[in-house]
């Protein structure tokens, strides 16, 4: 068990720019979670993947964002045309498909917008 | 599911036990309690969960009362690298049984 894993850990961009997101989630794992999470706050739900399919988005999720999972492993978040208000850590999660079993966090990618 | 009440922080000394209270008076029959703890920097960390016996794992110990509305999560013998936010989450199997609903959780300082 390696853990989930995220790349990169920083990333500096000018406003408007697009930047993408990897995460590399446990391999056994067939659920995949995107979570967002602002200072001095909770982590908050962006999106989820059963397999490669994505079956839930959050509201925040705005149409300047997007996250595949292509064949069911790896998964990527992509921002569009950056806002300041992006800046956050993004954080991805893994699990087995079983409801009640935990979800394992990567340590996150740290976006900055200037 | 569920809302959990947590205070915003919590002292102790090292070496003593940490004892981290949550409330979840609205719990229903088939939500589990979830802790996780998030040091700086770092990605929430899964620690326990259980749905209404007490549990235990290396990391520490889970105590549900028996009308399950409270939870406290015990760290035997907090060190130093144990200060943190610990989150108390509620979760079932219901329709949004695939989020992780995190509150501001409780920040832990284990004091030399």
């Known amino acids: 068990d390696t853990g989930v894993s995220q790349n990169p850990r920083h990333k500096i961009t000018k406003r408007g720019q697009n930047v993408t997101f990897r995460c590399d989630p446990i391999?056994?794992?067939?659920?995949l979670y995107w979570y967002r999470q602002t200072l001095g706050q909770g982590p908050e739900f962006l999106t989820y993947f059963q397999n490669e399919a994505q079956l839930e988005k959050s509201r925040l999720l705005s149409d300047r964002f997007s996250a595949e999972r292509p064949k069911g492993s790896f998964s990527t978040l992509e921002i569009q045309r950056t806002e300041q208000g992006d800046s956050a850590m993004y954080l991805c999660a893994s699990s087995t498909d079983r409801w009640d079993q935990p979800q394992h966090f990567g340590d996150g990618t740290r976006l900055s917008i200037l | 599911d569920a809302k959990t009440t947590q205070p915003p922080s919590m002292d102790c000394a090292e070496g003593r036990a940490a004892n981290l209270p949550c409330n979840h008076s609205t719990i229903s029959g088939n939500e589990y309690v979830y802790w996780y703890r998030q040091i700086h920097s770092q990605g929430p960390q899964y620690i326990i969960h259980g749905l209404k016996n007490n549990e235990t794992n290396e990391m520490a110990s889970l105590i549900i009362t028996e009308d399950r509305k409270s939870s406290t999560l015990i760290l035997p013998h907090a060190t130093l690298r144990d200060t943190a936010v610990y989150y108390c989450?509620?979760?079932?199997?219901?329709?949004?049984?695939?989020?992780?609903?995190f509150g501001k959780g409780t920040l832990l300082t284990v004091n030399p």
């Open positions: 391999s056994e794992h067939n659920r």
């Open positions: 989450i509620v979760k079932g199997s219901g329709g949004s049984n695939y989020k992780l609903t």
